[in-house]
């Protein structure tokens, strides 16, 4: 995974400055270029007379591009990219311009409505999560007023499957690049019943989980630190809460190995994974694997 440019979609409110506040600091511990995007509504082609109103209308969109950057810009400083973008979907729009200003990972904001430290997916998250070929890097909410001064871990959710031997190679690749250490975990969820049938199942599941980790750990430990931790609970939520996470902790989740190769497309435990961290997540990609 290489992080040589950032592209943040930026909108006027908090969680436009969550979003920007974690892509600046991605961009300068990666040593990136940042770029800063806002995505308008289309052109608008009205019928008839009302075709007058058209010059009013594109004057509407270039005033608010304007303010909107001119926020940014204070935030993030002129040493950034800032550009615009048209678009039905913002984040659609999003993906368009990635595409266009070859970024590397795109960020944003949480959706508004969630709680406080806690990550909420709304339309421009959605369509980012399902058909974006970069890595997506959201935001929790309230992350702008008080960011971490860098990033100090990488912690990745590890599944045994086809893309697991390339999410691990990505997170390492990021963590070298970061300069940080890697977390390997897994979760393991548990009913909390106490039939014997399935206290032996629960054990064999946390011993292979424990042998996955030691096995996908040990081929990265010549060039980053790594370390391995199996996390368990009633829900994914549960086993996130069990462990420590540092202030400038970074989740990384790899795509559904459903979706198609070299697009993010968030399948369901990564979907649970967002909604109950309380640090930032990036989505991985799907890349090939072995089947």
């Known amino acids: 995974m290489k992080i040589d440019k950032v592209l943040n979609g930026f909108i006027p409110e908090s969680r436009g400055r969550d979003g920007l506040a974690l892509a600046v600091l991605l961009a300068r511990q990666a040593r990136a270029a940042l770029s800063v995007a806002v995505v308008q ?27 909107t950057l001119e926020q940014a810009r204070e935030l993030a400083g002129p040493e950034a990219e800032y550009i615009v973008g048209s678009h039905k979907g913002s984040g659609r729009g999003l993906v368009e311009l990635a595409r266009k200003q070859d970024a590397d990972v795109v960020v944003i904001g949480s959706a508004p409505g969630g709680a406080r430290g806690r990550i909420g997916l709304g339309s421009t998250a959605d369509q980012l999560l399902h058909s974006s070929s970069v890595p997506v890097l959201l935001a929790p909410r309230g992350y702008g007023d008080a960011p971490p001064p860098e990033f100090e871990r990488l912690t990745l959710a590890y599944r045994r499957g086809p893309s697991a031997d390339g999410a691990v190679k990505a997170a390492a690749r990021a963590a070298v690049l970061l300069d940080v250490p890697l977390r390997l975990v897994t979760l393991v969820v548990s009913s909390g019943r106490t039939a014997k049938i399935e206290r ?30 199996m996390l368990e609970g009633g829900s994914v939520k549960q086993g996130l809460d069990s462990c420590e996470w540092l202030p400038g902790e970074l989740i990384i989740c790899a795509s559904s190995n459903t979706g198609p190769l070299r697009r993010v497309f968030l399948g369901d435990t990564s979907l649970k994974i967002i909604k109950a961290a309380q640090r930032p997540v990036m989505i991985l990609t799907r890349q090939p694997g072995k089947q």
């Open 200 to 229: 032996e199942m629960l054990e064999s599941l946390r011993e292979q989980a424990i042998a996955d980790l030691k096995a996908a750990a040990r081929g990265q430990r010549r060039r980053i630190q790594v370390e391995v931790e």
């Open 41 to 67: 509504p289309p052109r608008w082609q009205p019928p008839g007379p009302a075709r007058a109103d058209e010059g009013a209308w594109l004057g509407y969109l270039r005033e608010q591009a304007e303010a």
